[in-house]
């Protein structure tokens, strides 16, 4: 495990072996653990957003979604930063959760992205058991309600993709209501192994890239002269 820091955010890296070691402590803890996958592009919204400056402290682990996060954070280790590109931590966390058969309940913004979400994660694991699943634009109760039927299908792990600052609002507001052990919470637009090859995913990841470089090396800068 390492500490680093991008941008004035404290962050922890695990290499995957180490964040399978603290997931099999997650799903016998007993309480709600949460992982989030933290983006370069998420990143960059810290700054004038205390809200999810305030949410990325209180998750138990987080996940670089890119690796542009841990060169920014000084990782330049090559085996790490291969791990990232080829999505090994969630590889290796679906592989675990179908070998279980832990009860997985899937929550999203929208229909279309929910159904996107769990095609994505059978490509990993097409037997993983999903005992449930949610869009948002589908509530017609309130939040509780929701709750209230995803606890009532006991799974073992929430995956989500819902977006920003809904996620942060979500969070505060239920996480300490939900009876799973594990709560992880994907980008709203998470680039699977399975999409980065599309051209069009790769010109929006190089803008966005560069995007923030500039911003980490202006951030850097400003500390220097201080």
Do not use: C
């Amino acid at each position: 495990m390492r500490h680093m820091q991008v941008l004035g955010v404290e962050l922890k890296d695990y290499s995957v072996r180490e964040a399978m070691r603290k997931v099999d402590f997650f799903l016998r803890d007993g309480r709600v653990a949460t992982i989030a996958y933290i983006a370069s592009l998420g990143l960059m919204k810290v700054e004038s957003s205390p809200e999810l400056r305030a949410f990325l402290g209180q998750m138990d682990m987080t996940v670089a979604a890119d690796a542009d996060v841990l060169r920014a954070g000084g990782v330049h280790v090559r085996s790490r930063i291969k791990e990232i590109e080829n999505d090994e931590f969630l590889k290796e966390f679906m592989k675990k959760l179908a070998r279980g058969k832990k009860a997985v309940y899937l929550l999203s913004d929208t229909k279309g992205q929910l159904e996107s979400l769990e095609n994505n994660l059978r490509d990993y694991q097409p037997n993983l058991y999903i005992v449930g699943k949610f869009s948002m634009d589908e509530l017609e109760q309130d939040e509780d309600y929701l709750i209230n039927e995803m606890n009532g299908l006991t799974p073992n792990v929430l995956i989500s993709n819902i977006s920003s600052p809904l996620r942060e609002q979500f969070f505060e507001n239920h996480h300490m209501k939900m009876n799973v052990s594990i709560w992880l919470m994907l980008k709203d637009k998470m680039d699977f192994a399975t999409e980065k090859r599309n051209p069009l995913h790769r010109l929006r990841d190089r803008l966005g890239r560069a995007l923030f470089h500039k911003k980490v090396e202006k951030y850097q800068s400003d500390i220097e002269k201080e």
